[in-house]
């Protein structure tokens, strides 16, 4: 019988794990007091994917992006929660490199 490999979108139970911890984290921090979970573990996810794996730094990254200017609440469009405002996302890259 042989080995089946698993598909790189397969995630473990410490891939979850990893990714609980750190949106707890960045949930109970106050500069997130009045932001959706939702959209936290979203960026949590998002970075993970990415090759981010430190719970701690997961979590500053999310705290950082939610409390940001880079990062408001559309009331207008409460579907779609928390957006990055235009002309950020070369912001974000950056901030992403120094990290990894």
Do not use: C
Not at 65 to 90: K, N
């Amino acid at each position: 019988m042989q080995a089946r490999e698993f598909d790189t979108n397969v995630m473990t139970m410490h891939d979850v794990d990893v990714m609980r911890e750190a949106v707890s984290m960045a949930v109970s921090s106050p500069e997130t007091a009045d932001v959706d979970p939702e959209a936290i573990a979203r960026i949590v996810f998002w970075f993970y994917r990415r090759g981010l794996t430190d719970p701690e730094k997961l979590s500053d990254i999310a705290i950082y992006l939610t409390s940001s200017r880079a990062f408001f609440r559309s009331d207008s469009r409460p579907r779609r929660g928390h957006h990055l405002t235009g002309g950020v996302q070369d912001d974000v890259r950056v901030l992403l490199e120094s990290i990894l």
